[in-house]
Nanobody, 114 residues
Framework: QVRLVESGGGLVQPGGSLTLSCRASGFTFSWYTMSWYRQVPGKDRELVAAIDNIGESRNYADSVKGRFTISRDNAKNAVALEMNRLKSEDTAVYYC???????WGQGIQVTVSS
């Protein structure tokens, strides 16, 4: 059974930082590209960042380039999203996702507010 479990969300002030983590199980983690998506009410889920299976290639949404960094640790079956210089528009539910498969985490709330 595939499981993706996010952690690390919460409330942060504008300009602050937060790191999300996702622990995976139930599949061979090192074989797959992993990603983070986010969604706000009334809008489609959007891709925030993706990282290839060995951590060499990364892609980011234009809105987060230079502020967010995706990384992975294949020994720990984990993928992380470091978020810096957070803005109010980064407020969303963030999801961990195995690219190309219907595997999603439960989602974790990130709220950027003063």
């Amino acid at each position: 059974q595939v499981r993706l479990v996010e952690s690390g969300g919460g409330l942060v002030q504008p300009g602050g930082s937060l790191t999300l983590s996702c622990r995976a199980s139930g599949f061979t983690f090192s074989w797959y590209t992993m990603s983070w998506y986010r969604q706000v009410p009334g809008k489609d889920r959007e891709l925030v960042a993706a990282i290839d299976n060995i951590g060499e290639s990364r892609n980011y949404a234009d809105s987060v380039k230079g502020r967010f960094t995706i990384s992975r640790d294949n020994a720990k079956n984990a993928v992380a999203l470091e978020m810096n210089r957070l803005k109010s528009e980064d407020t969303a539910v963030y999801y961990c996702h195995r690219m190309g498969w219907a595997d999603w985490g439960q989602g974790i709330q990130v709220t950027v507010s003063s």
